[in-house]
C-alpha cells in the first residue's frame, strides 16, 4: 500500500513541475485578470455622484413652493421670480395617471410656467441637470448602480427625466431598445419632490423615510394594512398582483400566500388595535375556510386545497392566522380548525422529524416528490405558537422533533453540513422554541441562519443610498426577499438580545433592511405618476423597477416592521 501511495505522490510532483502545468497555472491567474480589465475598460469611466450642497435643497425648495404659487394663483412676494441658478426642469404629474408634463425652468417664471396649468393641481417635481465626466458611458450600463439615474434628451430637445424610465419599469435592454429609437444624449439630475415640510430629496423613484421609530412604523404598517383591506374583493380573495402603473390586477393566485397574508393582517390588528384590519383578515379566512377539507376518514385532519395539491405550507400559515386571531380575541377563536389543522401537520411528520411537503390521497390529492425549503419552518412556527394558548404537549413534542431534524439531518451528507438555506421562517420558529426548550443547538442554528442571510446585505457606505439594505442579486435588491428577511432579523434581534447582551449586529441590519423596505412602500411622495395612485397607497412594490406589488411582499414587509417597532419599544 505504501508503495502504491509513494507512485501516486511521484506522479503529481512530476505533473506540479513539469513546463505545461506551469503554463496553465500561470493562464489560470492572469486570464480572470485580463478579462476583468477588459470588462472594465468596456464599461468606462463612471461618473462620480456626490450628494446635492444644501444651497441646491434649498434653491430645489424655493423652486416648488414658487411653482405650486405661481400655479394656484397665490401673491408670492418671495423668493424673486427668476429661478435659481442652473439647469432645472420642473414636473407637474396630474392625479389621474396621465403623462406629465416637463419644462425647462429659466428665467422669469411667466415665460415657462404656463404650460403646467394643464396639469395643475398635481404632484411637482424639481431636477437639477449635472454633467457627466467627460468620456463616461455610463448609460445604461451604470442604470442598476449608480446613485443617479440617467434620463435622455432627444435631438429634437425632448426631455425625459430619469424617473420617467422608472415608472416604465425600463431594465437595460429597454433602455438600450430605448436610446436606438430616440438619438439623443444622456441627462444626469438631482430630484426632489415636494413634502409636507420642505422638499425631499429623491434617488431613482424613492425618499428616505426619516428617524426610524415605532411611531414611524407603526404609521406605514398602517397604510400596509389598508391597502391590503382595499384590495380585499367581496368573495374574500386578494388582489394577489397588482400592476401599480395601470392599476390593474395580474392574472394568478396562490392560497399560500392569501393565508400568510391574513396572518400578518391579525397580526397587524395585534399590534395597532385597528378594526379594519381585523374585519379584513376575518372576511379573508371565510374564503380560506371554503377551501378546506378533511382527510378521507378522519375528519381529526384537515387542509386548504388548491387544485390537486395541498401544501403543508399552507396548513401551517392558516393555522399561524388562526392562532393570531386567537391572541386577539379569544371569544373568536375556531379552536376546532387550529386543532384539526395542526393533527395534519402531526400526521405529516415522522418518528424522524421529517415533514413531508405535499399531502397525497389515491384519487384525490396528486402525490409530489418536491421537498419545500419552507414548509417545514412554517408548520413548525405554527405549532410553536399554538402550543402557547393551546398547551397540548403533543404540539411540542412534534415541533422539538422536527426542529431537530431540520437542525441536525437537514442538509447533512456523511456527517457534513452541505448548506444552511436563509429559512427565515425556520429561524423565526427555532428562536420562538428556544424560549419553550431553550436547547443550544436550536439558537446556534438559527443564528447561522441568520448569519448567511446577512452575507448578502448591501450595507457598505459606497453602495448607493437608496439600495442600501436591501440584498445582492442580479439586478436591483428585490423587496419582498427584503421583508422575508426582515422577519427573520427581527426574530434574530431577538434571541441576540437574550443570549448576547450589549449586541445589536442583527438589530442593524434590521434597521437597515426596513430603511430600504420603506423607501419602497407607495407614499404620497411616490405613488405620483401611477395610474389611480390611491389604490396604490401602502402596498411595496416588488423592486424599484418593478411597480408590482404582490400581496406576500405586503405581508412580509409588515411582519418584519412590526417585530422592529416592537424590538424598539422593549427595553434592551
Not at 424673486?80 to 420642473?90: H, K, Q, R, S
Request: aromatic share 10%.
Amino acid at each position: 500500500m505504501g508503495q502504491v501511495l509513494d507512485n501516486v505522490m511521484s506522479r503529481w510532483r512530476a505533473i506540479g513541475e513539469s513546463r505545461t502545468y506551469r503554463h496553465l497555472a500561470r493562464a489560470a491567474f492572469v486570464v480572470p485578470v485580463l478579462v476583468l480589465l477588459a470588462m472594465h475598460w468596456l464599461r468606462g469611466p463612471q461618473p462620480e455622484f456626490r450628494p446635492p450642497r444644501e444651497a441646491q435643497t434649498k434653491a430645489a425648495g424655493d423652486l416648488l413652493a414658487m411653482t405650486a404659487a405661481f400655479l394656484s394663483g397665490e401673491a408670492r412676494a418671495a423668493p424673486a421670480t427668476a429661478t435659481p441658478a442652473g439647469e432645472w426642469y420642473v414636473t407637474v404629474y396630474g392625479a389621474s395617471g396621465a403623462a406629465p408634463t416637463t419644462v425647462r425652468a429659466q428665467g422669469a417664471i411667466e415665460s415657462w410656467a404656463a404650460p403646467l396649468r394643464k396639469r395643475w393641481p398635481g404632484h411637482l417635481q424639481v431636477d437639477l441637470a449635472f454633467d457627466n465626466p467627460p468620456g463616461a458611458r455610463s448609460w445604461p450600463s451604470g442604470f442598476g448602480l449608480d446613485v443617479g439615474l440617467d434620463g435622455w434628451i432627444e435631438e429634437d430637445g425632448e426631455v425625459h427625466l430619469p424617473v420617467e424610465f422608472v415608472l416604465r419599469g425600463y431594465d437595460r435592454r429597454k433602455l438600450s431598445q430605448f436610446i436606438s429609437d430616440h438619438p439623443g444624449t444622456p441627462l444626469r439630475t438631482y430630484a426632489w419632490v415636494a413634502g409636507p415640510e420642505g422638499p425631499l430629496r429623491m434617488l431613482r423613484h424613492s425618499v428616505d423615510p426619516g428617524p426610524i421609530t415605532p411611531a414611524l412604523l407603526k404609521r406605514r404598517c398602517d397604510l400596509g394594512g389598508d391597502y391590503l383591506t382595499r384590495h380585499l374583493r367581496p368573495d374574500g380573495h386578494y388582489d394577489y398582483d397588482w400592476l401599480a402603473r395601470s392599476a390593474t390586477a395580474g392574472p394568478g393566485y396562490n392560497l399560500l400566500r392569501h393565508a400568510g397574508t391574513t396572518y400578518s393582517l391579525f397580526q397587524l390588528h395585534n399590534a395597532t388595535g385597528k378594526l379594519a384590519h381585523y374585519q379584513t383578515a376575518v372576511a379573508a379566512l371565510h374564503y380560506l375556510r371554503a377551501r378546506r377539507q378533511f382527510a378521507t376518514g378522519d375528519r381529526s385532519r384537515c387542509f386548504e386545497v388548491e387544485g390537486v395539491n395541498v401544501k403543508l405550507g399552507g396548513a401551517g400559515l392558516t393555522l399561524l392566522a388562526l392562532v393570531e386571531q386567537a391572541r386577539a380575541r379569544p371569544a373568536a377563536a375556531d379552536w376546532e380548525w387550529m386543532r384539526c389543522l395542526a393533527e395534519h401537520i402531526v400526521h405529516e411528520t415522522d418518528d424522524s422529524g421529517d415533514m413531508a411537503s405535499y399531502y397525497a390521497e389515491p384519487n384525490r390529492f396528486r402525490a409530489n416528490a418536491r421537498r419545500s425549503i419552507y414548509y417545514p419552518g412554517e408548520a413548525l412556527l405554527a405549532l410553536v405558537r399554538l402550543f402557547e394558548i393551546d398547551p397540548d404537549p403533543r404540539w411540542q413534542q412534534t415541533a422539538s422533533r422536527a426542529a431537530s431534524y431540520l437542525v441536525h439531518r437537514r442538509w447533512v451528507a456523511l456527517g457534513i453540513r452541505i448548506t444552511v438555506p436563509p429559512d427565515a421562517w425556520l429561524l423565526q420558529a427555532l428562536e420562538e422554541l428556544h424560549r419553550q426548550l431553550p436547547e443550544p443547538a436550536y439558537a446556534d442554528y438559527a443564528f447561522a441562519i441568520a448569519e448567511v442571510m446577512t452575507r448578502g446585505q448591501l450595507m457598505a457606505e459606497r453602495v448607493p443610498e437608496d439600495i442600501r439594505g436591501g440584498m445582492l442579486s442580479r439586478g436591483l435588491p428585490g423587496v419582498v426577499s427584503a421583508g422575508a428577511r426582515n422577519e427573520a432579523m427581527a426574530a434574530a434581534a431577538r434571541l441576540e438580545r437574550r443570549l448576547r447582551p450589549g449586541e445589536t449586529f442583527f438589530l442593524e441590519r434590521l434597521k437597515a433592511g426596513a430603511r430600504y423596505s420603506l423607501r419602497n412602500q407607495y407614499t404620497e411622495p411616490i405613488s405620483f405618476g401611477l395610474k389611480r395612485p390611491a389604490t396604490s397607497l401602502g402596498g411595496f412594490r416588488n423592486s424599484p423597477l418593478a411597480p408590482q406589488i404582490r400581496i406576500d411582499g405586503v405581508q412580509h414587509n409588515l411582519s418584519g416592521l412590526i417585530g422592529l417597532s416592537a424590538l424598539l419599544e422593549e427595553s434592551p
